[in-house]
């Protein structure tokens, strides 16, 4: 089982590192969605800081999104989905190391990024730990809830566009919660609150959203 | 379980045929008795004036959005479990009808937002998340439009309502955990100060009519998508050679 | 049906869209046995294949292995099952032993670098290993996806259209396989649309569909199919 899963990790990973392209273009589509608010909305710090939560958080989880929609695509195309299906272990396993894989792929650069933004941004220090502390617990969530609609739109026409519709909605909790954090440390009333309902959102989404990617999965291969 | 799954639908068809019309008829009736009430019976409100009326129109229409997605995972549970192809024709024909309500809340909500709050849009909790839930709608009907598969559409509609399901209530208290730190209070709906017994009276008969109605527009749906689906099978050939 | 069928049918009956492709199909498979499923384009060959697999599910009746339904013992079926479809299920950006090592790890198992690289070597791999498969021709893409199957250990191999790729010497190669395989045993259900010299070997042919074709294959001298 822990083989398995490790495998699953060690080729994802490996595959990434042979494809940088992948994982950049998400990450500078993150950083540039970011810096264009500014642009759109004037300099003003106290504004910036304002909304820079708020507009960090959106575009992590577009940034999430973008990448989401080949997460089971180029292994179909080539054949090595029906393989891993078809092995001997349990497919929620399958899902839930190619979520993780995700995540480490993907959700980490954001977070690494992110404090550079937050400075943009004029966030103060204290904010932007717990921007990344709210971060690293909210983008595995946007990593395993993504897997179900990547699961579920596995080789329609539009593939991406329709994941995006059918996820986001998903996804408000999260936002709400992880911005929140941010904004309560700004407000001066905390962010243990958001925090611990964040922990919680994700604890349910890795008990539900890997059956439900692992039940799609097979639908769509059908 | 085959004969089974390939007798059922049969059977229904001429059931639900039979069934639409008391459905429908009572959905009339009860429609107009409550407008009624709504409209003439039921006394000006000493804060709102004339304009709470469209809540006998927007409660109603928000229950039922709300509860025609649960409706809709339960049946989508059901058939994802026991491989019943009634239960998935329920999901689909329950779809438009839940998204034409959720639509309705929210320009009703609007209506009365507009006097109310002097904002067509205000965000507050619960129309955001009427919104959303507007949202997860739009996503399960794209996700069938984009399907051509049957079988697979079925499925993967369920799953997705499935998992809205789950995440409705955790979207609905997030939305207000939201709203409560960054507006203070707002007027919410259902705090409408001590509401009289004949308003009362006239929602509730709206809100049975919203359900008779989407009862026989459902049956109604899955009747046509019977049709459509057992078109192959000798009794479909009947119906349609007669 | 004998008490050593492995691999059974029962009444499948396979849809796709609204075309019935197959019905009221039976077969069973023994040790050491081949299943050829021939039939024209279109006709539900690969359908049928991906019943077999468990990939999915048929509109009535069931696939047994072992007299288990495969919907109930899937862990077991697929640790004993080994598929290889049109596509060959590698990577392009990993080498063939990086190809293997991942294929390994999915059966659970621990990589054993240098049975692998001996399988690749006898299929004629052996200048290859630290290429990616991106830079392999389509025929030698083929092969490493035959060395996983090799490797698999698997009792029952599911092929569709094997051969596909191949050059005269590599399809030698492969009858030489299918023979051992057999011989040891095991069992195999493949498609193909060319001739395959199997002396010696129980065959057990299906026709899928309705479009009879020529008697093809299965006989003890190679005989040439028209257009594929």
Not at chain 2, 205 to 221: G, K
Not at chain 3, 46 to 58: D, E, V
Request: aromatic residues 10%.
């Amino acid at each position: 089982m822990t083989r398995f899963l490790l495998a699953v990790l060690r080729r994802d990973l490996t595959l990434a590192a042979r494809r940088r392209g992948d994982w950049l273009i998400a990450l500078f589509f993150f950083v540039m969605v970011a810096s264009l608010f500014p642009l759109g909305i004037g300099p003003d710090p106290k504004l910036l800081a304002r909304i820079g939560p708020g507009v960090l958080w959106v575009a992590a989880t577009l940034a999430s999104l973008l990448s989401l929609s080949r997460l089971f695509a180029d292994d179909h195309r080539d054949g090595s989905l029906e393989h891993m299906v078809l092995s001997p272990e349990p497919t929620v396993l399958l899902v839930l190391g190619k979520s993780l894989a995700h995540w480490l792929i993907y959700g980490i650069p954001l977070l690494l990024i992110a404090p550079v933004l937050g400075v943009q941004f004029h966030l103060p220090a204290d904010a932007i730990g717990v921007l990344l502390l709210s971060l690293l617990i909210g983008t595995p969530i946007l990593s395993l809830l993504g897997g179900v609609g990547a699961a579920l739109t596995l080789g329609l026409r539009g593939g991406g566009v329709l994941l995006t519709l059918l996820i986001l909605p998903l996804y408000v909790p999260a936002l709400i919660f992880g911005a929140g954090a941010v904004d309560g440390v700004l407000a001066g009333t905390g962010a243990e609150a958001h925090l611990s309902l964040l922990g919680a959102f994700l604890i349910l989404t890795l008990l539900v959203a890997p059956w439900i990617a692992a039940a799609a999965l097979k639908v769509s291969l059908e | 379980m085959n004969l089974y799954t390939y007798a059922s639908p049969a059977t229904f068809y001429h059931l639900a045929g039979r069934l639409i019309p008391w459905f429908a008829w009572s959905a009339g009736i009860l429609t107009l008795v409550g407008l009624y009430i709504g409209f003439f019976v039921a006394p000006t409100d000493f804060q709102q004036s004339e304009a709470y009326r469209v809540i006998f129109i927007h409660v109603p229409a928000a229950w039922m959005g709300m509860f025609i997605y649960l409706v809709m995972a339960f049946w989508g549970a059901i058939g994802l479990a026991f491989n019943t192809r009634l239960s998935f024709m329920m999901v689909r024909a329950l779809a438009p009808t839940g998204a034409i309500f959720t639509f309705i809340a929210l320009w009703t909500g609007a209506l009365w937002g507009k006097p109310m709050w002097g904002a067509w849009w205000v965000w507050d909790a619960r129309l955001t998340s009427t919104l959303i839930l507007l949202f997860l709608y739009i996503g399960i009907m794209a996700l069938w439009a984009a399907i051509d598969d049957v079988k697979r559409g079925d499925r993967a509609g369920a799953l997705l309502a499935l998992i809205g399901a789950i995440n409705v209530p955790i979207i609905y208290f997030s939305v207000k955990w939201w709203n409560t730190l960054h507006q203070g209070a707002s007027v919410s709906l259902t705090k409408a100060p001590t509401m009289a017994t004949i308003m009362l009276t006239g929602m509730l008969i709206m809100a049975f009519a919203a359900w008779f109605y989407s009862i026989a527009v459902a049956l109604a749906r899955v009747r046509a998508i019977i049709l459509e689906r057992e078109r192959h099978t000798e009794w479909v050939k009947d119906i349609l050679e007669r | 049906m004998p008490d050593n069928v492995l691999l059974s049918a029962h009444d499948l009956a396979c849809t796709r869209g609204d075309r019935l492709l197959f019905k009221a199909m039976n077969f069973g498979l023994v040790a050491g046995e081949l299943l050829l499923v021939q039939g024209g384009n279109g006709q539900g060959k690969t359908s049928l294949l991906r019943l077999l697999t468990g990939l999915s599910r048929p509109e009535a009746g069931e696939v047994r292995w072992r007299g288990q339904p495969i919907a109930r013992c899937g862990e077991t079926y697929h640790r004993e099952m080994a598929y290889l479809g049109h596509a060959n299920g590698i990577k392009d950006e990993l080498n063939p032993l990086e190809n293997l090592r991942f294929a390994d790890g999915l059966q659970g198992r621990a990589f054993d670098a240098a049975r692998a690289e001996r399988t690749l070597g006898d299929l004629g791999l052996a200048r290859c290993l630290d290429l990616p498969c991106r830079v392999l021709s389509f025929g030698q893409r083929r092969r490493v996806a035959l060395a996983a199957l090799l490797l698999a250990g698997a009792t029952l191999w599911i092929l569709d259209e094997p051969l596909t790729g191949l050059d005269v010497h590599a399809v030698a190669q492969m009858e030489g396989l299918l023979r051992d395989h057999l011989a040891a045993g095991g069992m195999v259900v493949a498609t193909t649309h060319q001739a395959l010299n199997l002396a010696g070997v129980r065959v057990q042919r299906l026709l899928v569909g309705n479009v009879a074709i020529p008697d093809i294959a299965a006989s003890p001298d190679p005989v040439a199919e028209g257009a594929a």
